[in-house]
């Protein structure tokens, strides 16, 4: 190999603080961590090359990429992720560990690595073996080039060369962490340099030659190797190592490199092999395979920290990274308390029960004191984001009870998870139905998801507080939900409009309907803002905007599969929201959603075109399972299956349009949205229980049997100063939810005669009265103020509620 020309060495790199800090792509190909306290590193692949690395947790990324650039003096520039093709494999099913072949498109040269963590220390580990295709290796000469984003930040990095021992070494720093390069065939030049000034790829595209800065401080900046290949010498191993100095982030490189790869790997893949050794045989045959299987496993326990019992993060990426900087700290790389329960059901439908208990009880720790979990949250529970979506509140009660109805969870188990049972359902009484945020983290209102989440995390959490001896409660919270389900279809189902008409439907059910203090809006009214549209873009009609999400009605029990009205939505579901890709059918999550890149493949940046969600395929699967049309589920398995990625990720968002390759946008293909995302890979475990079993894994068993078999209906209607409804049916009492103690003051006539209520002792923080008011005909007008009893004083406002008849609904089927 020829040498490096030399340079002068200069003391510090001119051109900070360099450009600013960009992530890179977030379409995944590979992404692994071995399984040992030891090493809390994780890695992600794209392209070829290592992208972000996070430690010591797994929401910390500290890098943005670290890849190859290729010489010779005749002036050629290669850069491996650019300039060549790239295939990723994994070494075994289901371990996390990659083989990557990066052939140059101008057939120059080939490059093979195999990528994992050593299992001993806080090192990652490449083994590179570099071949010339055309001329010889001494003809060539390869850099390593290392951009660090010490912590979750691109900016305030600094960056140098050095030695540990005489052994020389690339550093880098911030925020309290250091990061160290170190090269099996060492060095023969180091630079330290600011991206788009000094870095490494400036210097050598544009001279093929690397001036050797000793240091660049305080900015976005990049480090540069050249390993010292040779005729005789055509691989290497590179040690990335951290640590809390300088020196230790030395001494863990060097002890790696003196120990090996060899050892390295085969505790890296024993680890990987202990965990998968008890997953459930759901091999399903098809396109992927046992693989996506395997995958999938893995997949959900990678995405764990080891320093934090049970957490998981949404995905090791940032959506659209390459266009996103440090004002994204959080990324994917958060805990959502909706993702980590859908995650954990990945983990009892394999039969990883124990992983389950852990995310159960790391969710016990992070409840905030009011009751509700926060929208995301880091690993240590601080708050990203501060929304409160309602069905966050729930479903940690539903992964409870399933732990429970497994037998993992005993009844002295119960026990201990009392507090955060009661101090949940507390603050669903108290704040639903309407939830903050839908799922989509958007919108305000009645959210058919959200509903069936609340209302079946009630039930379930009746039966807890049942098992602990708090009947009262069980009783309150089943009485609740049953009036929240008797109204799902006045607060969500819109009839005779122009949709349904033109569908020959009586009408279907609405993404979500707005509300305010006063009452449930009707949904054929009102109208819903989409936040991911341009501002000009206005609001739309509530009854313009459906979504698949009012399949959760089925899948979580409350209403059957041929339920009239469910029929009926499907119809404009498929109508409006059903995507035709190779692969099949991939469905979007609602109409005029804006979440996915522009109309040309611009990446999303606050507004552009949603595209089909594969996890909603697997959703789909399932309401098709619980239709008994197993043949049609298996179907959408396959398709499910084939939006996986090349590396054998699913993919948040596939790409809907015609094929953009300049912008690696292929129909059917990954978009630039996040991959893998967690969750759709707990959706594809879960679908391979669920055909397994012939029935819907998760679906809870409270809702079917009190609703569909036994038409429990509800005796009440509830008025709260948060949820002032202003009409009752004939027929229910009328239940008022207070915050204090209180005497209620109400009459049916006019004021023309007067009673008294008062509310009973408080229960789950409220004090509660019901009026009995079930005889009065419609066109009854109830008016009531109070008197607090603790403050002594009235209200000094009077409130009314006014029986009124309902129009029928179609009776359900089956």
């Not at 520039?77 to 052939?103: M, Q, V, Y």
């Not at 982030?249 to 050892?263: F, I, N, V």
């Not at 979506?389 to 729930?394: L, S």
């Not at 300049?662 to 293909?669: A, F, T, V, Y």
Request: with cysteine; glycine share 10%.
């Amino acid at each position: 190999m020829s040498s490096e020309p030399v340079l002068s060495a200069t003391s510090v790199a001119p051109g900070a603080p360099g450009i600013a800090g960009r992530w890179t792509s977030s379409a995944k190909s590979g992404l692994g961590t071995a399984l040992s306290a030891a090493s809390p590193v994780w890695f992600t692949l794209s392209h070829g090359i290592v992208n972000e690395v996070y430690h010591p947790r797994v929401d910390l990324a500290c890098t943005r990429d670290l890849g190859l650039l290729v010489t010779r003096d005749d002036g050629y520039f290669s850069e491996e992720k650019r300039h060549a093709a790239h295939a990723c494999h994994w070494l075994h099913d289901g371990i996390p560990a990659f083989h990557l072949e990066n052939t140059a498109h101008d057939g120059a040269y080939a490059i093979d690595k195999t990528v994992l963590t050593d299992p001993r220390r806080p090192v990652l580990l490449q083994k590179i073996r570099f071949r010339a295709l055309a001329g010889s290796i001494a003809d060539y000469r390869v850099h390593a080039l290392l951009s660090p984003h010490l912590v979750n930040a691109g900016a305030d990095n600094s960056a140098w060369t050095g030695h540990y021992k005489g052994f020389p070494m690339l550093f880098a720093s911030g925020k309290g962490q250091f990061l160290a390069l170190a090269s099996s065939l060492p060095w023969a030049a180091m630079s330290a340099g600011y991206v788009g000034q000094s870095d490494g790829w400036h210097q050598l595209s544009e001279t093929g030659r690397l001036e050797r800065y000793e240091r660049a401080l305080d900015g976005n900046v990049a480090l540069t190797g050249l390993i010292g290949f040779g005729p005789q010498e055509d691989t290497a191993l590179l040690a990335l190592a951290f640590g809390a100095s300088e020196a230790e982030t030395g001494y863990h490189a060097l002890a790696s490199l003196q120990d090996g790869y060899e050892g390295a790997a085969r505790a890296y893949v024993a680890g990987w092999q202990a965990f998968q050794r008890d997953l459930l045989p759901l091999e399903s045959g098809g396109r992927k395979g046992a693989h996506l299987y395997r995958a999938s496993t893995a997949v959900l326990g990678l995405h764990r920290s080891l320093a934090f019992r049970g957490p998981a993060v949404a995905s090791l990426s940032i959506p659209w990274g390459f266009n996103k900087g440090d004002d994204d700290l959080g990324g994917y790389h958060l805990v959502w308390p909706r993702d980590l329960v859908e995650t954990a059901g990945g983990y009892l439908a394999c039969g990883l029960t124990e992983n389950a208990l852990e995310i159960l009880g790391y969710l016990r720790t992070i409840q905030e004191e009011d009751g509700h979990w926060p929208q995301n949250a880091w690993l240590d529970g601080t708050p990203y984001w501060t929304g409160v979506q309602m069905d966050e509140c729930g479903f940690p009660l539903l992964l409870l009870d399933a732990l429970h109805r497994m037998g993992t969870l005993t009844g002295e188990d119960l026990a201990g998870y009392l507090p955060m049972v009661e101090r949940a359902v507390a603050y669903l009484l108290q704040n639903g139905p309407v939830t903050g945020e839908d799922r989509w983290e958007e919108d305000a209102g009645y959210s058919p998801f959200t509903l069936a989440v609340e209302i079946a995390a009630l039930l379930a959490a009746a039966d807890t507080l049942e098992a602990c001896g708090r009947a009262a409660g069980a009783a309150l919270a089943r009485e609740t939900a049953d009036c929240w389900n008797e109204q799902i279809e006045r607060w969500t189902y819109v009839r005779d409009n122009g949709t349904a008409r033109a569908l020959s439907i009586d009408g279907y059910y609405v993404r979500i309907a707005a509300a305010d203090t006063a009452d449930a809006a009707s949904p054929n009214h009102g109208f819903v803002p989409i936040k991911n549209r341009p501002p000009e873009s206005g609001t739309y009609a509530t009854d313009a905007i459906v979504s698949p999400d009012a399949l959760a009605l089925v899948r979580f029990g409350l209403r059957a599969a041929d339920d009239p009205r469910i029929l009926a939505t499907v119809k404009v579901i498929d109508a409006q929201l059903c995507a035709a890709l190779p692969q099949g059918p991939v469905w979007y999550r609602y109409s005029e959603d804006g979440y996915g890149e522009k109309a040309d493949g611009d990446p999303f940046d606050g507004t552009g075109i949603g595209r089909p969600w594969p996890l909603l395929t697997g959703e789909r699967a399932h309401y098709e399972i619980a239709a008994g049309r197993l043949d049609r589920a298996g179907d959408l398995l396959e398709t499910f299956a084939a939006c996986a990625g090349p590396g054998g990720l699913l993919p948040e968002q596939v790409w809907d349009g015609e094929d953009l390759p300049e912008r690696e946008l292929l129909r059917g293909g990954p978009s630039g949205s996040a991959m893998p995302l967690v969750w759709a890979h707990a959706e594809y475990i879960k679908l391979l229980r669920s055909l397994k079993d012939g029935r819907v894994f998760d679906m809870p068993p409270q809702g079917p049997r009190r609703y569909l078999r036994d038409a429990t209906g509800s005796a009440i209607r509830i008025w709260r100063f948060n949820n002032r409804i202003r009409e009752i049916p004939p027929g229910k009492a009328l239940r008022l939810d207070l915050t204090a103690a209180a005497t209620l003051r109400w009459s049916a006539d006019g004021w023309t005669s007067v009673q008294e209520s008062r509310t009973a002792a408080p229960l789950f923080g409220l004090h509660s009265v019901t009026l009995p008011v079930a005889d009065l005909p419609a066109g009854t007008r109830i008016a009531f103020t109070f008197f607090w009893t603790e403050a002594q004083h009235w209200e000094g406002e009077d409130f009314a509620v006014e029986v009124v008849a309902e129009p029928e609904a179609p009776s359900a089927v089956g």
